[in-house]
């Protein structure tokens, strides 16, 4: 893939132009989940052990943080969201990670309707986000005018769940935010293929704290969930 030849000035006013995108992140439900070590009552107000990174409060938690995630940034926060909580999850939680060609109804299904417990050692909690204005976000969806026009090469890398793309998505993360994007909605590659959700995943960059702090507010904590 040569991003040295993509033109970044037209791809933003390109993307800027585009109504019904804006639409579908601004104001919208974005779920983060975490998973901390099981301490029943699980007081999502104190403080936990999370399965990795040092103890703290879930319900404060900054859901940006250094990655090593599909549109990650070399040394600098990103936060991964889902509009769907069903989609959040395969993301998330390991379990669910690895099993992407599995059927909806055998193992994802029956969490959603609390019938299942895939790790009882582990709770998560889950956080409910919105994006109150508009900042350049770049569309990279299946079918979206940008992964069609300007980036036909790298539907190979999004679309496949093996990390070894990592390489080449990161790097088109690092000249996108060089160009002064916020951030790229994609979708899923870990929802199982029978599953009626169609949602889309969003990494956002951490330009400036107050920046994000006005753009991303916390609209409500929706529940928190065994594993």
């Given at each position: ?8 000035n ?16 601004i ?44 549109f ?39 969490y959603?309707?609390?019938i ?16 109150y ?33 990592y ?15 916020n ?45």
């Open positions: 893939m040569n991003i040295e030849k993509i033109n970044f037209d791809l933003k006013k390109e993307s800027n132009t585009i109504e019904s995108i804006k639409r579908q992140y104001r919208n439900d974005w779920w983060n989940l975490s998973i901390y070590k099981n301490n029943p009552p699980n007081d999502p107000t104190k403080k936990q052990i999370p399965l990795r990174g040092k103890p703290g409060i879930p319900w404060e938690k900054d859901p940006f943080s250094i990655k090593d995630c599909r990650s940034l070399k040394n600098k926060p990103v936060a991964y969201f889902s509009n769907e909580f069903a989609i959040a999850s395969c993301e998330t939680i390991k379990q669910f990670r690895d099993k992407y060609n599995d059927s909806w109804e055998e193992f994802l299904k029956p959603l309707e609390g299942t417990n895939p790790h009882p050692d582990s709770y998560c909690y889950s956080l409910n986000y919105a994006l204005e508009y900042i350049d976000i770049l569309d990279l969806r299946l079918g979206s005018n940008a992964l069609s026009n300007y980036f036909p090469e790298i539907k190979q890398h999004i679309t496949s769940p093996d990390i070894k793309v390489q080449y998505t990161q790097d088109l993360s690092e000249k996108l935010y060089e160009h002064g994007f951030g790229i909605l994609y979708n899923s590659v870990r929802m199982p293929s029978d599953s009626a959700f169609s949602g889309c995943n969003l990494v956002l960059f951490k330009r400036k704290l107050k920046l994000i702090d006005n753009i991303l507010k916390v609209l409500e904590t929706r529940q928190s969930l065994e594993l």
